[in-house]
């Protein structure tokens, strides 16, 4: 569904990303570990169209082909997303919870979620995705009203999840869901992503809990200094001893 | 809390103060000077009514929450569970503090100090009726700035020919109004709903009877004043015989004033809809009332207004600090200029003769030369907008203040075009059917005309402000200024939501700016210097960003206030500057801060989750990992 061929990335004259190649497919989660400066982010922003590729090249398949501007595209491989400006990107369904959740402080958890569905104009399917979203999370069924900045943590990661499912993705790129919060809420966090994921949902999870998110993911790669040095199936990659040496901490 | 308790006390006591002098200057008329304590009394009792409002929203509303955030972390919060609010939930009818005790002590207050100065102006009248001269003693006494201060000037008092009676009437009148204004102003803060109980008031006093006595107050203030009018005339002419446009600005005031208290108090639905509707009829009448200086002063308040919406809608909605906003005013003015002044510049004259049509004529009226203005400014605002697009903050506000001043430059060098320093002269007024308003209403003076159009424009602008805050696109300026990259990420066009941003603004600015070169008659490029941007700006940010009714109460602060201090000459822009430092410490967010800001200005200290969420942050990194391990206990085994 997603396929990235080596795709460098820069700021400025840093080499961020250097090759990068990855694939998810429809109803995985896949995901992305790696220590500080890994390029775990920067990957994310680059698919979503915040940074842009230099060389390489992201596919995304749009099974009903409707689609804007002078997007390339090879029949196989679907429409070419390094081509195309962030809006755009978020128009074709990619949807990306940021790194530090990013909710809009000012606006209200109502306009938060609508937000999120800036970019649709189906009224009905708004509202449908509306009630679901506060179905899986009724602490925001409490909050509407409610200004974004004045929720906890927890609330927040759980309003830029929500938000993100409001524009009804294809595939949703959770940046670090589980950063800054108490383990107990880590805990809901990554049963919720599993719960999204048992509807239909492919996920890219970033993540530096490692041990967690290889847990809920069916495949992961492992990043270094911005080239993938491992990958493989999750139990897999939980398994193995460097991973294990690295990353979780045993 | 007893500190607390304290402050409300005083602060309701303040509140009935500031009421009952404000209504019993009204019987002290002086020049203009005569208006400045009194409206400094009506800003100051708004004030703090709305300080009452916001304490009491924000009261309530975290209580709530702490005892749901309280379970947070705790295993009982489960996904799917849902919190219902616990069903003993009472909303506390007054704000904490006042207390029946602390209510009657204010009351007291205020009606012992307004009696006190009704008897003392009474015997000063009761003393000038007699023969007493009492104008040298008063010169001597009364340095001439204070005594305009206090609505006196001393050069001005009359030898009144008044019957003690009507005086006593009158003063019984006001301190009748003040305790109903006071009543009004304590009562306005708390919530409006009958079933609401409140155990910090004594038997006899229940809430509800202050509620309904306070919410009748307000709704019967602006008809008992009128009643009084009708009766016995404006009040104070007949006693000080000169100066009836200062009556006129105060009555106007009071009038605008308890009916903003009455739509507060009114009940929401059909009562509510009943007062705004005469509260709008009352405020379209105002240009009636005015006297031609007034009428001026008001006019430009509102062409401020006007622009205040508009720089709003830049600023305060998408975040762009534009420092040259100015420059789409002066688009706006020097566009109607071109098409309604006789002169026009060599190369209009001749393209004009050439389709032969006489250039000493105006090219459009008034109404249709508007949308050209708007249209040009709008253009304006997007050719200013697509350069700056990838600035953000002060480098944005340092490009637009270019622009305002190469537009007044341009102004000001073009001569061949826009006759250069010289300015362009005897734009045409306004008209109405074809007629000048005169025509319609004699009552209706020149200035009163341009006053009831910017009245009603910035009523127009100040909905579609109001309108544009609540929709797709205000709510993408709202993320976009929190956010570029996530807005973006979420689909919106940074390009295009900025640029309409600005095109929207600048349309404002140039209905503004038009209306503008009318008033004026005659427009020079020194009209437009950066200090209109500047003062444009200072009065949302006095006012309080994103909220309308604070951009007018800002522009009322900002251009009116320097023209009532007028009765304090020299020291006039002192006591402004004073003001302006004591509304900074005192209300930070502005007068009238919109809910948004709000939440910004106050998070820190007003409210409870976001504790709770840095707590949790802080003991973030160990506990993760002693939680996360046995959470894979299992698998973990399972994985070697």
Redesign the interface.
Known sequence: MLILESVHTFYGHIHALKGISLTVNEGEVVSLIGSNGAGKTTTLNTI???LSARAGSIYFQEPNGSLPGQASRSPDQGIRLDQL???E???LGV??S?EGR?I????SVQ?NL???A??RTDSTGISEDLDRVLE????L??RLK??G????????QMLAIG?SLM?RPRILLLDEP?M?????????IF??IR?INAQGMTILLVEQ?A??AL?VAHRGYVLETGTIVLSGKA?DL??NPQVAEAYL?? | MRHDTVTRSVKTGLVAFACLSYLILVGIPGRIGGAALPSLALIAALVFWFNFRRNEDFRT?PER?RG??GA??K?G?Q?????APAANDTVPLLPAGISGLNLHLGLAAGATTGLLIAICSSVIVAAIGNGVSIQPVFDKMVPLNVAALVGVSPGQIAQADVSPFRYLLQTVYFAGAGILAALAVTTGGARLTDAARSDRLPVNLSAPKILAAGRLAGLALPIVLLAFIVLLGLPGVSAFGSNEGTVRLLLTLVATGSGLFAHRLSRPGRERRIVTVLLGLGVLMMPFVLDQFQNSVMGLVFIYVMMGLGLNIVVGYAGLLDLGYVAFFAIGAYTYAFLSAPFSSPYISNLLLLLNISPDSPLLGYWMALPVAMLTAAIGGILLGIPVLRLRGDYLAIVTLGFGEIIRLFMLNMGELTNGPRGILEISQPSLFGFAPEAFFGLLSSQGWTFLLALISSALIAIVAIRLNSS?LG??W??MQ??E??????????VRTKLLAFAIGATFAGMAGQLYAARQINIFPENFSLFVSIDALALIIVGGIGSPAGIVLGALALKGLPEVLRGVDEYRIVAFAALLVIMMIVRPAGILPS???R??LT?PEE?G??E???G??E??RE??????AP??GP??DE??
């Open positions: 979503s169209g915040v400006p962030a809006h990107v978020a128009r949807s990306q940021p990013k809009f402080a000012r606006l306009e609508a937000m999120g800036f970019a899986l999370f009724p602490r069924q409490e409610q200004p900045g004045t929720l906890s943590g927890g609330e927040q938000r524009s589980s800054g919060l108490a383990p107990l809420l880590v805990q809901q049963q919720i719960e809990n041990q967690a847990q139990g939980l398994a901490g045993i | 509303v929450d749901s955030t947070e972390g295993p919060w996904i799917g569970t849902n919190h797709r709510r993408a709202f993320a929190e956010d990259d996530v807005a973006e990420a979420t689909g919106v066009h940074l809910p948004r800001r939440v910004q998070a409210q989750p976001p709770l969420s840095d949790a942050e003991d973030f506990p993760l990992e002693k939680k996360a959470l894979n698998e973990k994985a070697q």
